[in-house]
């Protein structure tokens, strides 16, 4: 066998119906899919048994342990030559597995990536969180795609790794964020191949608002330091430009509050001119980036809700991941304190 799908869940039964029936629309049909139900107190069994038949399909279950062991969890259990791994709120264009295929025949490698879309049929929300997370404007530059700024690093929603190599290097380790660039990471420290695949692209969901988006990007900013620190040397200066938009977006808006209270107690006329240069100075650079992501999301998916939608998207984005990069740096680097330790609430609960 080819190709083992790999599908960890965490209570998203309708999630994994969705790709689960996407996957029964394949042109490529020499795969199994292995479910590995991580504790979930909704369970999918009953989902994963009614595409018995239709697919190659196992079902697993669990306690929970976090994503990276369920993944070896299912690998353990899985016979194809490639593991391909898929988040549960993907869902498969038909000739997904066929780009692959296509792509291995002309240049075979150890481990693969795709980028991901956002579906017509998705909210206005869910389109912009796509842009934030796709966009060259954003972090998009280094996540996958034509346009990058750091070389490729397979990503666990969408990523394949040939089995015996996953297998010699462990699997996934332990973390609960940044998992996946770890062992992509691993995988360039052993000498392995990686490339992106254009082709082999998905539609992901991703989350469905700004509140669960800014947790999940702060919690990769700590995963960066994280990475780091188990790789040495892999820090790189384009991963410094989340919290330097940050600090600069704090410096900004003091300097604004600044402004504006020099404004209000003015009491001649040159305060009252200093104080409004600072209130244009802090705020023209917030005001020209929304203009921009507004402008280019808003051309992108033919609407201006959306494109109003990407603008917050777009600070929570790269403020939720450069909060989180800097309280990493100040609790790990400074304060010297342990991967685990230092942000169980957030991680391992």
């Not at 595409?51 to 062991?69: E, F, I, Q, T």
């Amino acid at each position: 066998m080819k190709y083992s799908i790999l599908i960890p869940v965490f209570n998203r039964p309708d999630e994994v119906d969705e790709l689960l029936a996407s996957l029964c629309g394949q042109t490529v049909t020499d795969f199994e899919v292995v479910v590995a139900e991580d504790g979930s107190s909704v369970p999918c069994a009953d989902v994963v048994e009614r595409y018995r038949g239709r697919l190659d399909v196992s079902y697993h279950a669990k306690s929970n342990s976090g994503p990276g062991p369920t993944r070896n969890f299912a690998a353990a259990r899985a016979r194809g030559e490639y593991l391909i791994i898929l988040d549960s709120d993907v869902v498969l264009p038909p000739g997904y597995l066929a780009a692959i295929d296509a792509e291995l025949a002309a240049a075979p490698c150890d481990a693969f990536g795709g980028p991901d879309r956002a579906h017509p049929s998705f909210t206005p929300m869910q389109k912009a969180i796509n842009y934030a997370m796709t966009s060259f404007f954003t972090t998009g530059g280094i996540r996958g795609g034509k346009k990058k700024m750091d070389k490729f690093y397979p990503r666990s929603f969408n990523m394949g790794v040939r089995a015996d190599v996953y297998r010699a290097l462990g699997g996934f380790s332990e973390m609960r964020f940044g998992e996946d660039i770890d062992l992509s990471t691993r995988l360039f420290e052993g000498g392995h191949t990686c490339r992106l695949m254009p082709g082999a692209w998905v539609w992901h969901k991703r989350r469905t608002d700004l509140r669960k988006f800014f947790r999940q990007v702060h919690n990769s900013g700590i995963a960066r330091i994280n990475l780091t620190k188990r790789h040495p040397g892999t820090l790189k200066l384009v991963h410094l430009l989340p919290a330097v938009f940050t600090v600069g977006c704090a410096a900004l808006v003091l300097l604004f509050v600044a402004g504006l209270a020099t404004v209000l107690g003015a009491s001649t006329p040159a305060a009252l001119a200093a104080g409004r240069v600072c209130m244009a100075v802090g705020l023209a650079p917030l005001l020209l980036f929304a203009l921009v992501i507004f402008a280019d999301a808003a051309l992108r998916e033919r609407s201006v809700r959306v494109g109003l939608l990407a603008v917050c998207a777009s600070y929570v984005q790269l403020i939720g991941y450069g909060s989180g990069f800097v309280r990493a740096w100040w609790a790990r680097c400074v304060k010297g304190r342990g991967e685990f330790d230092a942000f169980r609430k957030n991680f391992y609960k």
